[in-house]
T-cell receptor
Framework: NAGVTQTPKFQVLKTGQSMTLQCAQD?????MSWYRQDPGMGLRLIHY???????DQGEVPNGYNVSRSTTEDFPLRLLSAAPSQTSVYFC????????????????FGAGSRLTVL | AQSVTQLDSQVPVFEEAPVELRCNYS??????LFWYVQYPNQGLQLLLK??????LVKGINGFEAEFNKSQTSFHLRKPSVHISDTAEYFC??????????FGQGTELSVKP
């Protein structure tokens, strides 16, 4: 049982380049999300999805694009990288709406550290 | 909308001393509350959660937290800390189960 898998773990980009951070989960969770972590700011929500074909913006969506074609995958795309996007990115998934003990608790991936020069 | 404030950005403490990490939240609806821990260069690990029921919640590694609805607080406590508790701790709130709002984090530094 792999949980939430993020790739790559590390990436260095030049300003203006594009790339995709991959996120996959094998728990059949309907809800997936992307966060970025910056010193002193905690984790901030970039985009989230409540199911295949449905995405919405979080707190800091500018410069990022997402899609959800399957329940398992939720890639995050940087269209034209900027130094301000240097951060650690976390993907998460969760099962919501049920009272069982495992629901409503996010499972996080190990993180992807991105540096934009 | 929900928001979370962690009242201390850094908390230095000596080994075997008690510690309290403070967290206040604002929300107009019922919430779920969480504490996560992040050890250096690692991902996030769930310490404990409040979804419903008893307001005193016990978590891993000897930590506990108390949900106080009237004061909108969810402070984290441990009666005796170890060097290995040195980490960053995040308080988080959710009103919909999936959309977590995090506090800014508290760096706990345990000194010998």
């Amino acid at each position: 049982n792999a949980g939430v898998t993020q790739t790559p773990k590390f990436q260095v980009l030049k300003t203006g380049q594009s790339m995709t951070l991959q996120c996959a989960q094998d728990m059949n969770h309907e809800y997936m999300s992307w966060y970025r972590q910056d010193p002193g700011m905690g984790l901030r929500l970039i985009h989230y999805s409540v199911g295949a074909g449905i995405t919405d913006q979080g707190e800091v969506p500018n410069g990022y694009n997402v899609s959800r074609s399957t329940t398992e995958d939720f890639p995050l795309r940087l269209l034209s990288a900027a130094p301000s996007q240097t951060s650690v990115y976390f993907c998460a998934s969760v099962r919501t709406g049920t009272p069982d003990p495992g629901a409503n608790v996010l499972t996080f991936g190990a993180g992807s550290r991105l540096t934009v020069l | 909308a929900q928001s979370v404030t962690q009242l201390d950005s850094q908390v230095p403490v000596f080994e075997e001393a008690p510690v309290e990490l403070r967290c206040n939240y604002s929300s107009s609806v019922s919430v779920y509350l969480f504490w996560y821990v992040q050890y250096p260069n690692q991902g996030l690990q769930l310490l404990l959660k409040y979804l419903s029921g008893s307001t005193l919640v016990k978590g891993i590694n000897g930590f506990e937290a108390e949900f106080n609805k009237s004061q909108t607080s969810f402070h984290l406590r441990k009666p005796s800390v170890h060097i290995s508790d040195t980490a960053e701790y995040f308080c988080a709130v959710s009103a919909q189960g999936g959309k977590l709002i995090f506090g800014q984090g508290t760096e706990l530094s345990v000194k010998p």
